[in-house]
């Protein structure tokens, strides 16, 4: 692939879970996929679960709630690539159910730091560079949560953090219009990742009960990430939610 026709994207929290199926999928469509993380050593394993295609990968540590870091991370994507054509927001962090009166300040900073101040400083760098590489644009999607529509008991850190994406999504589409820049947000309901394995022991439901829930494999959230990644930037999904059938959605609360 010619150096003017390659797509590169970047892919927050990518050394596992929903971030590494979704850069795996970037890898085999013909992407050139940075993958970014905390962990250098998880970035690698992903990056040697995509066989060949993994010559197109990079990996590079980040903490994305550190604006020197975001600054640093995106300078060498642009340094290596020249443009950045697909960004997914997907680092994110979550609690255990707590009461409300009872969730440290402390445990709060960092759910909103991450998921929250983490997907604005990455959309900020992301749209510096996307506003004046040549051909101008590019395309931006954010990883929401079900949370973000309807809560869950004792998740008023991690609610309150998606709601807020909800919004930067929301922002982010209306203002870059004239970037020719185009943002959506995945919602996504349990995911069988790590993030989700309480599911299968029991989540709390709205009415005090325990329940297990049904949970969904990562790689049919990548195949929608991979959907909204390939459309042209004159057409978008503004908002897409991808969840387990079975899981007491509608209608929760």
Not at 53 to 74: E, H, K, R, W, Y
């Amino acid at each position: 692939m010619s150096e003017q026709n390659r797509r590169v994207a970047v892919v927050t929290g990518s050394g596992s879970g929903i971030g590494r199926q979704v850069a795996l999928a970037l890898l085999h469509n013909g992407f050139h996929v940075v993958l970014t993380g905390r962990r250098m050593e998880n970035l690698k394993e992903s990056i040697e679960m995509a066989g060949e295609a993994g010559g197109n990968a990079l990996a590079l540590q980040v903490d994305v709630t550190l604006p020197v870091s975001v600054d640093s991370m995106f300078a060498a994507v642009q340094e290596q690539f020249g443009r950045i054509d697909l960004l997914f927001n997907n680092a994110g962090v979550n609690l255990d159910a707590t009461p409300i009166e009872d969730l440290a300040y402390e445990e709060w900073k960092r759910v909103l730091d991450t998921n929250v101040t983490g997907v604005f400083l990455c959309t900020q760098a992301a749209i510096r560079i996307m506003k004046t590489q040549r051909p101008m644009g590019g395309r931006i999607i954010n990883n929401g949560s079900i949370s973000a529509h309807v809560p869950r008991p004792g998740s008023i850190a991690y609610t309150a953090a998606k709601h807020a994406v909800t919004g930067l999504t929301r922002s982010t589409g209306l203002d870059c219009r004239s970037y020719n820049i185009a943002c959506g947000q995945i919602d996504i309901g349990n995911a069988d990742t790590s993030m989700a394995s309480s599911m299968k022991a029991g989540a709390p439901q709205a009415d005090g009960s325990v329940a297990i829930e049904p949970t969904i494999d990562p790689t049919d959230v990548a195949r929608a990430v991979l959907y909204m990644a390939e459309l042209p930037l004159s057409a978008n999904v503004p908002f897409i939610t991808v969840m387990a059938t079975q899981m007491p959605y509608l209608g929760r609360g």
